[in-house]
């Protein structure tokens, strides 16, 4: 059995690299060597502070400039948080310097750029992998469960969700989630995403025939040369007569919720994206019998909470960890995983079809 411990470097100090910095340490089977960033003094800082709170064995390598790290015989695999106009060069560099990848949402300013990535990746013979936490929760595994038991939900119709919180005024002209040339998705790439990648796990990968976006609101921020939306829908329509209806917005309250809504019973869950804190994880399955008796109308409601024991965050059992824990796994098994890849690949080409979609004031899109 393959013991060592994957080897990675991180491309960037942005905040979500804390988050993953002790991902990577709780995931029992990898360790950080090295972290690369423009600013010697800011990457040093990076190191110091992760290094206190969440200490690897040995403190990492501090490398000014992303090519030198790439360059170290050291890292096996990479991190990579850079905006999303910044990551297909440092995929492609990564991919031929043999580096396997975890690659932060979305991953690429367009289908076009993130199919040249996952060529260059397989060409050179390393793993891809998107940051998307939820998808390694032991929740999903149960979920799915009660989705395909026949009983729970029965026949899927339905899937709503939404993922949205309520930026402050100081977000809009500072924040690079807001700058076209840094982030041009908005909403629909940083949130919407989630929203996407949820339905398209319910449907088993299957893609939508048609979809249908809307930019509800957005904001353009000198010096960008486009406005970003900041708040969007999306509605997708399967094969089947099954629909899901996204919401993602920068300007509504904290809320992630997702609710499928079957033939039999709906299944619930209030934290699909980032669980509330504690020491579980779970979902509801619901359904509701309606009584008439004379001047009598009553609704008489009956839930059963499905239970996870895994902890929400800053522990070896949380998702982000297991993230790091599966993928490491998978690089010591020597060989690569194609649903991966996959994953990201459907949800880039979905995402595009529904922003091609509001390009055109909500006309139908196909999808091929």
């Known amino acids: 059995m393959n013991t060592h411990k994957v080897r ?18 709780l995931s029992g089977n990898a360790t950080i ?19 206190a709170q969440a200490p690897m064995e040995t403190a990492p390598e501090v490398f000014t400039g992303y090519e030198k790290l790439l360059a170290s015989d050291a890292v096996e695999a990479v991190y990579i948080p850079l905006p999303t106009g910044l990551r297909k060069e440092w995929v492609l560099r990564a991919a031929a310097a043999g580096k396997h990848i975890v690659c932060e949402k979305p991953c690429a300013v367009s289908v076009a750029d993130l199919e040249e990535m996952l060529s260059a990746c397989r060409r050179h013979g390393v793993q891809f992998m998107d940051g998307v936490m939820f998808m390694h929760s032991r929740r999903l595994e149960v979920m799915r469960e009660a989705l395909d038991d026949g009983r729970s939900v029965g026949q899927l119709r339905h899937l709503a969700c939404t993922f949205s919180f309520c930026a402050p005024p100081e977000f809009f002209p500072n924040n690079i989630r807001t700058h076209s040339g840094l982030e041009p998705h908005g909403c629909a790439g940083d949130l919407g995403w989630y929203c996407i990648r949820l339905a398209l796990w319910a449907m088993k ?19 960008s040369l486009a406005p970003i939306p900041t708040e969007f829908a999306a509605t997708l329509l399967f094969e089947g007569g099954v629909s899901a209806s996204c919401y993602c917005s920068f300007l509504a309250e904290n809320a992630q919720w997702a609710n499928f809504s079957g033939a039999r019973g709906a299944l619930q869950v209030n934290d699909f994206v980032l669980p509330f804190a504690g020491h579980e994880v779970g979902f509801e399955v619901r359904k509701a019998e309606f009584h008439a008796q004379g001047c009598n109308f009553e609704m008489k409601p009956s839930a059963l909470r499905f239970v996870v024991l895994e902890h929400s965050h800053s522990h070896p059992t949380a998702q982000e960890s297991s993230l790091f824990h599966n993928f490491s796994n998978q690089i010591r098994a020597g060989a690569l995983n194609s649903l991966w890849p996959e994953m990201a690949l459907k949800t880039q080409a979905v995402m595009a079809a529904c922003l091609e979609s509001a390009r055109q004031e909500g006309r139908p899109v196909a999808m091929h």
Do not use: H, M, S
């Not at 100090?13 to 988050?19: G, S, V």
């Not at 990968?205 to 010096?223: K, Y």
């Open 205 to 223: 990968w299957q893609l939508p025939r048609q979809v249908i976006g809307r930019v509800l609101a957005d904001f353009r921020r000198e010096p």
């Open 8 to 25: 990675w470097g991180i491309l960037g100090t942005a905040q979500i690299a804390r988050k993953n910095w002790q991902a990577i340490g």
């Open 33 to 51: 060597v090295a972290v690369a960033g423009r600013d010697a003094e800011r990457t040093r800082r990076f190191v110091t502070e992760c290094q």
